[in-house]
């Protein structure tokens, strides 16, 4: 299994743990111009309908329960508020960023129910019990920073059998070369949190042995001269480099 990404020589790079960076991130986050994120939510348009899809044909009772697990500033806890009757749960490990998710999502889905909570994967043994026994779990650009046998025993314990996961992470390409990380705009500074690169074949191995199965082929994509425009300037040095990976897995009955 892939271990942690080595620390930079670079003295312009400071490294924090994962909650320290993204609490700082998260002023910033949405409009730093992260490419990957940009990315992300390009696919989240069809990976999400699809999810939904699978879930209305499944045979798992209303009203679901919803899981945001990493939901950061809320960009999909939104989406998930948009399902009917449902109650959704977010979780992150960033005190800052779920403080941004909270004024985000004030007000949206109202008739919905909506938690956040403040969960650490690697340092908590157990998910928050309002997660547990969950319909789906939605994780997108969060499986770098844990380790993958530690995320998938957590969304093992949350879903319910037959329950789905929707996730997404950067690929092992992009991470062998760079990892997540922002500028801060108050020192100059480039921050980084902790972070592990899992290959694709890691990552269905992990999810395998916690009793998780693929509902389809995991998708991988590659930066390419037509989608700068989409994806905004920073990913022009991405060309031609597998940068993201997304699928849909369901815990076995």
Request: charged fraction near 20%; aromatic fraction near 6%; glycine fraction near 10%.
């Amino acid at each position: 299994m892939a271990g942690q990404i080595p620390q930079s020589t670079d003295p312009t790079v400071r490294y924090m743990s994962t909650a320290q960076a993204y609490d700082l991130w998260a002023s910033v986050y949405d409009t730093d111009g992260n490419f990957l994120q940009a990315l992300d939510t390009i696919e989240m348009k069809s990976l999400l309908p699809r999810m939904l899809a699978l879930l209305e044909t499944s045979r798992l009772p209303r009203p679901w329960k919803l899981v945001d697990l990493g939901c950061g500033t809320g960009r999909n806890t939104a989406a998930l508020l948009g399902v009917e009757g449902a109650n959704v749960v977010g979780l992150d490990v960033s005190p800052g960023m779920l403080q941004v998710a909270r004024q985000r999502l004030e007000g949206i889905g109202s008739q919905n129910q909506l938690r956040l909570e403040v969960f650490d994967m690697i340092e908590e043994a157990l998910p928050p019990k309002c997660s547990l026994n969950a319909d789906v779990v939605v994780s997108t650009l969060v499986l770098e920073h844990v380790p993958a046998d530690i995320f998938f025993g957590h969304v093992s314990r949350i879903l319910k059998p037959g329950g789905i996961l929707l996730l997404t992470n950067m690929h092992s390409e992009m991470g062998s070369m760079s990892q997540a990380g922002f500028v801060d705009p108050k020192t100059g500074e480039k921050i980084r949190p902790t972070s592990y690169s899992h290959t694709v074949a890691e990552v269905e191995a992990a999810a395998a042995k916690s009793g998780l199965e693929l509902v389809d082929k995991i998708e991988e994509r590659a930066v390419d001269q037509s989608m700068i425009p989409l994806l905004g300037e920073r990913s022009g040095k991405w060309v031609g480099v597998t940068v993201w990976f997304g699928g849909i897995v369901r815990k076995k009955p």
